[in-house]
């Protein structure tokens, strides 16, 4: 069964700090994984998108990793800022298939003062 | 080039009631997906539409319905509402239906039943 697991589920952190979110799936057969940002209220935005052969990828202060033999993807923040408070998504894609993208359910991170 | 935009961005009806959410896609983009996200349940996914025919649907009762024009735009409709179907409905497109493709989604419908 196509499936797509974040951990954790929410964090709360300081302001400048760094974290990491978790992003396992069971996709198969696997075309790319997404990582999407989405403030409260907005709809979801990219931030990385990554192929079977790409490791890692950066997008500002956001790095995405993805290990395609373990089918695990993370995403690092790096010196985090208020305005990274919303919620990360991934979202796995498969490359056949009628239904070919799998979502997650997200990690709620809330950056504080 | 302009995203995907969703009207009306806010909705209150009443339960009973009916709902049509439109959604219209990036230019150029055929494919068009709906999906309901309430707290704490994530993105469901109600239905893709490509080229004017309806591709795959989730698992939502036969209350939800949609439709795609010739211009790939798309409306969702939601009949006899009700308290549960509260949540922000979000529209996304994509050039075609290949999962190389990126999904972009619109700003989103937030649906409050009253």
């Known amino acids: 069964k196509n499936q797509v697991e974040q951990s954790p589920q929410s964090l709360i952190i300081l302001e400048g700090k760094n974290c990491t979110l978790q992003c396992n799936y069971t996709v198969s057969p696997f075309s790319n994984l997404r990582w999407y940002k989405q403030d409260t209220g907005r709809g979801p935005v990219s931030l990385t998108i990554m192929t079977f052969s790409e490791n890692t990828k950066s997008n500002g202060r956001y790095t995405a990793t993805l290990d395609a033999d373990t089918k695990q993807s993370s995403l690092h923040i790096t010196a985090s800022q208020l305005s990274d408070s919303a919620s990360y998504i991934c979202v796995v894609s498969a490359i056949t298939g009628a239904n070919n993208l799998f979502f997650g359910t997200g990690t709620r991170l809330t950056v504080i003062p | 080039k302009a995203g995907v935009t969703q009207t009306p961005r806010y909705l209150i009806k009443t339960r009973g009631q009916q709902v049509t959410l439109s959604c219209s896609p990036i230019?150029?983009?055929?494919?068009v997906s709906w999906y309901q996200q309430t707290p704490g349940q994530g993105l469901q996914f109600l239905f893709e539409?490509?080229?004017?025919?309806?591709?795959n649907k989730g698992n939502f009762p036969g209350r939800f319905s949609g439709r795609q024009f010739s211009n790939s735009r798309s409306e969702m409709n939601v009949s006899t509402l009700e308290l549960g179907d509260s949540a922000l409905y979000l529209c996304?497109?994509?050039?075609?239906?290949?999962?190389?493709?990126?999904?972009?989604f619109g700003p989103g419908t937030r649906l409050t039943v009253t």
């Open positions: 539409y490509f080229s004017e025919t309806q591709r």
């Open positions: 996304a497109s994509r050039r075609d239906r290949d999962g190389s493709y990126e999904q972009y």
């Open positions: 230019s150029g983009h055929r494919s």
